[in-house]
């Protein structure tokens, strides 16, 4: 079939992690919107997912829908979702402070000095962002920081005697800090306790939030692992980490019920099928399916990577209606090659680990969904697990009962 303009496909947004573009090119967009009511009964939230789980996108969409900014494309962007029809009180009502860690260079000898550029950087972007909103000023005593958490301090000083009210987004929190951590565990102790530059912003992210009329209203967190904030605690422990959470499973990636609409419609749309929907649901199921971040959740709708289930259709259209033979995205692969230098600190644990080695012989291994510990218990095995689940995604198998533990699979595309 070949598509009019007035019925014309919507692109697949592979890689793609800008809500509003995505909204505004009318890509294929699988909607999450419903579940900012539940999101806004928590404040501080922390969520982890794997990496190319959609994390980013799900922190643009709330960017977006909180972003006052952005009131006057409201219908644009959320017309025909749920919140566009659900609306909140609190729509559009904050000024977004985003920050992106990714981009921090890992490098010991350059992670302060990057650090500190990222988030000036980031400050000042803020300041000309709203600048109609901000105290006369602002932009120029920003601009004249050198120190970041000083102008973090000060630009916070000037939105509380604004009254205006900040939703801090942090994304890939714990990037350049795992990078950090696989390399030396030194320097990452070095990054995490003590005064470090990391642990001294925490401080003040949760310092600017203990007031009455405080600027930081809500703060969302989203990560991998839980390492780095458990280990920066004492400086920021008011957060919700909602990464566990039953209602929260399906925030970030695709449910099977909705990677199956989505096969439906470019079957529908584009007529190359040469398949079923429920064989490409079988052959795809083992590769990218029956992950699960909760243990209540077991027996729901299980999640799939949202990166390679969009990699598998992108693929599958191209060479029109052939399944690929590398069914694993090369782009995930280097990310988990990234992830599991991380789990294979067993190596300093001796035989009552082996981990990795029981995971790739036997293809599964038991544990506990934990939300959160600190660096000092990985010497505890059921903490390997834990991280190893959390890193690659967890793919449980069903239970006799409650008092079972549930059985992780190894997913095929780490070993």
Known sequence: MQPTQKNKIRLLPYGMSDFA????ENRYYVDKTMFIPKLEEFKYQMFLRPRRFGKSLMLNMLAAYYDVAMKDSFDELFGGLYIGDNPTEERNKYLILRFDFSKVDPDEKKVNDSFNALVLDTLFKFTLKYKNLLPEGTI????????????????LGFAQLAGLQIYVIIDEYDNFANTMLADSEINYKNLTHGDGFFRLFFNNLKACTNDNDAAVSRIMISGVTPLTLSDVTSGYNIGMNISADSQFNSLAGFTETEFRQMLEYYRDATGVFNHTVDELIEITKPWYDNNCFS?????DDRMYNSDMALYFIREYIKKNGKIIENMVDSNISSDYN?????IRFEKQFGEKTSLIQRINNDGYIYGI???????????RYENLVVLYGIAVGWRPSGRQDKTDYPKFYRPPTIF
């Open 338 to 342: 990234k992830m599991t230098k991380l």
């Open 21 to 24: 573009t995505i909204r505004r």
């Open 295 to 299: 243990e209540d959740s077991v027996d």
């Open 369 to 379: 969904i934990k939300p959160e510990f600190a660096l000092n218990d990985l010497d």
């Open 140 to 155: 120029d005593k920003i601009s004249s920081q050198t120190e970041s958490n000083t102008a973090f301090s000060v630009l």
